[in-house]
């Protein structure tokens, strides 16, 4: 087969083949991350959200790979990063993107609210915050959005023909919204593009008709529940960013 990498991270390539791509993850991903990516991603399809759809799991060049259909286009950073001038259009197309498969009922999914609460309690955060966390959490135990969990730009590519598609499922679970739109601006925040952020979450809650503050009052939970795909200085900022926000609810 002739190999073409179109991707590749740290712990990841992706390879092109035909027209299909194999999602490979090297041998420190533990497999049932994987398996759980394509099951999700399996899942969603089937529900009729706007993602590609996935064949097998197989290993390929020794890594674990999900073998998907390949979507022809480009992905929304790249083209807001090279076309600045069309930034609230794709900014448009981003949040009717997520405001389209959020509600969807045809999804069954794992409840995130028992990840999020083991996430809490072996967070690093002395005991009444996280207390006070869990308490917050409760509220929104019995939520049924489709929260993606690692909804950015780069995970959603133009096709030839203008149609949106979602990547990266390894993250989705039912819950609240509004948790999810924290999470993304936390993203947005986290690599530096706080004028997106910013720019996203007018739109998304002019959208959803959700108030700016009910996302911001999320915030702790979103930096908790994305906290541990980091490595330590990242975790550390996380961490920090965490201590203000409790620092100044306290004033
Ligand atoms: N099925 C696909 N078709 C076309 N391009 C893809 C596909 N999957 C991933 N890509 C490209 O590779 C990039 C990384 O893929 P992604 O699944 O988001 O990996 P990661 O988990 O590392 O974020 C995407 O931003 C996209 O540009
Ligand atoms: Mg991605």
């Not at 060049?61 to 998907?68: A, E, T, Y």
């Not at 019995?142 to 780069?154: E, L, M, N, P, T």
Request: charged residues 30%; contains cysteine.
């Amino acid at each position: 087969m002739e190999e073409k990498v179109i991707y590749k991270s740290k712990q990841k390539t992706i390879y092109l083949d035909g027209d299909k791509i194999i999602k490979a993850h090297d041998d420190l991903y533990d497999t049932s991350l994987v398996l759980n990516e394509a099951l999700n991603q399996s899942k969603v399809y089937e529900a009729g959200i706007s993602v590609p759809k996935v064949y097998e799991v197989k290993r390929y060049n020794n890594k674990l790979g999900i073998v998907m259909d390949y979507i022809d286009g480009e992905n929304l950073e790249n083209l807001i990063m090279n076309n600045p001038n069309g930034i609230n259009k794709y900014m448009d197309i981003f949040v009717s993107t997520y405001h389209d498969f959020t509600s969807n009922k045809a999804l069954n999914l794992n409840n995130s609210y028992g990840r999020i609460k083991n996430k809490i309690f072996s967070s690093e955060l002395p005991a009444n915050i996280k207390y006070g966390l869990f308490y917050k959490l409760r509220e929104m135990e019995f939520a049924r959005d489709v929260i993606h969990g690692d909804y950015i730009i780069s995970n959603i590519i133009i096709d030839r023909q203008g149609r949106a598609v979602v990547l990266d499922w390894g993250h989705v679970a039912f819950g609240d919204r509004k948790l999810d739109m924290a999470i993304t601006y936390a993203l947005f925040e986290l690599k530096g593009q706080e004028k997106l952020g910013e720019l996203y979450i007018d739109k998304i809650c002019e959208l959803e008709k959700i108030d700016k503050e009910q996302v911001f009052s999320e915030l702790i939970l979103a930096y908790i529940y994305i906290v541990d795909r980091y490595d330590e200085d990242i975790k550390n900022k996380i961490y920090n960013k965490i201590y203000e926000i409790i620092k100044s609810e306290e004033e």
